[in-house]
């Protein structure tokens, strides 16, 4: 059970978008539509920020979408904004009952 | 509002065991809950999930040293993570499911292995 793979750092300027890709395997990711999506800013706990590949709670801004193709879900922040710089973690329901997390992603706001 | 806070040591000894409780205010006990950890300047790993009927589900690389049990009673979750090493240190979150996502999270409590 590895770890899904995110890149270390994505980063941009306000205002533009940016897309973290988080690949895994067709065991977990490419499995069912259950990647779900995580921001976590320094010494906080994490915050869900998309569930269910492309859906978002009612608390969180519609600049945040998700999407997934095969064993790769992304995660794409548009308008960046300052308040967006945190890490980015997805996860993945499995099919052996349990939960991945993806390596995270460092989004640094330009 | 519900919320949840994680409760227990903050240092334990190499070779003991691990042993939080996870209080849920504000909401019953009747769901899945997980425990997530997070070593000092490392990513998420989910430890395991238990629902409210008492059923487990573990990682299979940790399986052999955790235990989760609840108790509703007293609207709460606990962890033991038995034979404890440096690299079990770590913050312990625990979590409530949405679905298949982790929908509301504690604030965390760092532990520390350590003599």
């Known amino acids: 059970q590895s770890a899904l793979t995110q890149p270390a750092s994505v980063s941009g300027s306000p205002g533009q978008a940016i897309t973290i890709s988080c690949t895994g395997t067709?065991?977990?990711?490419?499995?069912?539509?259950?990647v779900s999506w995580y921001q976590q800013h320094p010494g906080k706990a994490p915050k869900l920020m998309i569930y269910a590949v492309s859906n978002r709670p009612s608390d969180v801004s519609n600049r945040f979408s998700g999407s997934k193709s095969g064993n790769t879900a992304s995660l794409t922040i548009s308008g960046l904004q300052a308040e967006d710089e945190a890490d980015y973690y997805c996860s993945s329901y499995t099919n052996s009952i349990s939960y991945v997390f993806g390596t995270g992603t460092k989004v640094t706001v330009l | 509002q519900v919320q949840l806070q994680e409760s227990g040591p903050g240092l334990v000894e190499p070779s003991g065991t691990l042993s939080l409780t996870c209080g849920v205010s504000g909401a019953s006990i009747s769901n899945y809950w997980s425990w997530v950890r997070q070593p000092p300047g490392e990513g998420l790993e989910w430890i395991g999930q238990i629902h409210h009927s008492g059923s487990t589900s573990y990682k299979p690389s940790l399986k052999s040293r955790v235990t989760m049990s609840v108790d509703k009673s007293k609207n709460h979750f606990s962890l033991n993570l038995s034979s404890v090493t440096a690299a079990d240190t770590a913050v312990y979150y625990c979590?409530?499911?949405?679905?298949?996502?982790?929908?509301?999270w504690g604030r965390g409590t760092l532990v520390t292995v350590s003599s």
């Open positions: 067709s065991s977990d990711v490419g499995n069912d539509n259950d």
């Open positions: 979590v409530r499911h949405g679905g298949r996502s982790f929908d509301l």
